[in-house]
């Protein structure tokens, strides 16, 4: 049955322009079939005082990371970790973003779940388990700690050429949307320095080669300005949050045409909550090295041409600190940016131009505000359910 939504006299922001146009939108069987002065059908909403955006994107979200402790994470059961996950999306979907990109995690039957209906979550994109070399970031054990560990929810262990292909065509198998390759330290690892590009250029190359030629591309983890190097000179379209990037490795990713895909939220997040929740002190010191240096990344691609996304990496309960990530990019740059960045941008990163807009042939997700976020931008996130989110046509609940 044909199912018609009109949202009725409302500002317009198309996801690009810094003009917002007044108007209707109206979306049939979830596409958008008119914007501007269209004719009432079906159901109404009045969008009076406020303005309409397109569905936000989060295009760095972890759905089964339900625990700070990264080993935690892997060897809990993975009915358990899809459960928590049903709920982290739902949240995420309430608060305006519907769309997100899983990099590390999710598989197709949760996939599956999501486009079905079987759970109330945003359009679902996974990468499934990261590829980390042995050491490396999504390695979650301890030095002194002897036990066995190749894979889990979130990362697998893959090491040298030919066992970095199998496992980047068995992903493309099972419907990973990207391939997801941890090509620096991080955080939560803890034998690892945070600088140290990791994977080899052969390995790196290998994943990129096997992704192009599926039409996928390559997300990659990755910190300095050394590990962005050397990714991005291996074929990598988009680095993961980038803190510590200085302004050559910013001209060099708008040369190659990488995205940036800042993660503010997280940083933010664990420095204020993290001890309290048991954050191991190795990651809490080591996010000390990079808490600073992310909105400076920011305006540093900005000033060299570098598309700006946005993602939040929230892992465990910090995941209701996603707003808070919209507040500190805003900080980092403007409304109009980061409006950009969670829509017209991060569509652009995940392949999809039918995402990110509010015009004729996008898909029916849109977020309405109740009021101008360009002049409150506090609107953006406050946490109350104050906005009403659309998602493929119909409003959620």
Known sequence: ??????????????????????????????????????????????????????????????????????????????????LVGARRVRDALRRGFTTVRDVAGGDIGFANAAAEGVITAPHYLYSGPALSQTGGHGDPRRAEVDICFSHGHLNELVDGVDEVRRAVRERLRTGAHCIKIMASGGVFSLTDPLAAPQYSPEEVRAAVDEATRRGSYVAAHAYSAEAVTHAVTNGVRSVEHGNLIDAATAHLMADRDAYLV????????????????????????????????????????????????????????????????????????????????????????????????????????????????????????????????VRGGRPVD
């Open 262 to 389: 800042p993660t503010l939220a997280a940083y933010d997040a664990m420095d204020r909550r993290g001890a309290g929740l048991g954050l191991n002190a190795v990651s809490l010191a080591k996010n000390l090295e990079v808490l600073d240096h992310g909105k400076h990344a920011i305006e540093v691609a900005y000033e060299a041409g570098v598309p700006v996304g946005f993602g939040s990496d929230l892992m465990g309960h910090l995941d209701d600190d996603q707003l808070v990530g919209v507040r500190l990019q805003v900080e980092a740059s403007s409304v109009l940016a980061t409006l950009r960045a969670m829509t017209r941008t991060n569509a652009e990163i995940i392949q999809d131009p039918r995402r990110g807009r509010v015009e004729e042939g996008a898909v029916g997700d849109v977020v309405i505000y109740p009021g101008n976020p360009f002049e409150h931008p506090e609107l953006l996130w406050d946490d109350r359910p104050v906005r009403t989110v």
């Open 1 to 82: 049955m044909t199912h018609v939504l009109t949202i009725t006299n409302a500002l317009i922001f198309d996801g690009w322009s810094a003009d917002l146009t007044e108007g209707s939108v109206l979306v049939r069987d979830g596409e958008i079939a008119a914007v501007g002065d269209v004719t009432t059908e079906g159901e109404v909403l009045d969008a009076r005082g406020g303005v309409v955006t397109p569905g936000l994107v989060d295009a760095h979200f972890h759905a089964y990371a339900h625990s700070i402790d990264g080993l935690e994470d892997e060897r809990a059961p993975l009915s358990y970790a899809a």
